[in-house]
């Protein structure tokens, strides 16, 4: 499981480090780490493992029409905004110029741990975006009281 969130840096050339504490998580039975970088919102991209993104295409073919014209576009749009992209012998990952582009990702990025995903963002993006303690606390408050016995 994804989890935490870490700071990096994205170099020159789209690259930037896919932080150890998720490479073991990542690693397939054969100790790769083969990724899919997908840009989800205008805000952040998501990074998943290679089986993960295939079950989201799964998902998406089997729950989809592909008939109907709509539902095609949803999916052919799914796909067009995936990219497969491995660690290289630094431990980086490439991430598509169009896609950093297109969320705004500057030199300072967070990937932030979500479970079975990490998200990617621009790190100024991600300072105003995240809610403070005492907002957490509160919600926690709200949504997760236990029900008494």
């Given amino acids: 499981m994804f989890i935490g969130s870490h700071t990096c840096k994205l170099d020159d050339k789209g690259r930037v480090p896919f932080p150890a504490a998720f ?8 100790g790769q ?17 290679k089986a993960e993104g295939d ?20 999916f052919d749009h799914l796909l067009e905004n995936m990219e497969a992209t491995d660690l290289d012998s630094a431990g980086r990952i490439q ?41 957490a606390a509160a919600l926690r408050r709200k949504y997760l009281r236990r029900k008494e016995k």
Avoid at 33 to 49: D, G
Avoid at 55 to 74: A, G
Avoid at 110 to 135: C, I, N
């Fill in 33 to 49: 780490v083969r990724l899919v970088v997908q840009r989800e919102s205008s805000k952040y991209l998501m990074v998943m493992t």
């Fill in 95 to 135: 991430l598509p110029k169009r896609f950093v582009e297109q969320a705004g990702i500057g030199k300072d990025v967070v990937f932030v741990g979500m479970g079975s995903k990490v998200k990617l963002w621009d790190k100024a993006t991600y300072d105003k975006s995240t809610m403070s303690d005492d907002e």
């Fill in 55 to 74: 079950q989201e295409v799964n998902f998406y073919k089997e729950t989809l029409d592909l008939y109907d014209d709509e539902q095609r576009q949803l």
């Fill in 23 to 30: 490479r073991a998580t990542a690693a397939s039975s054969d």
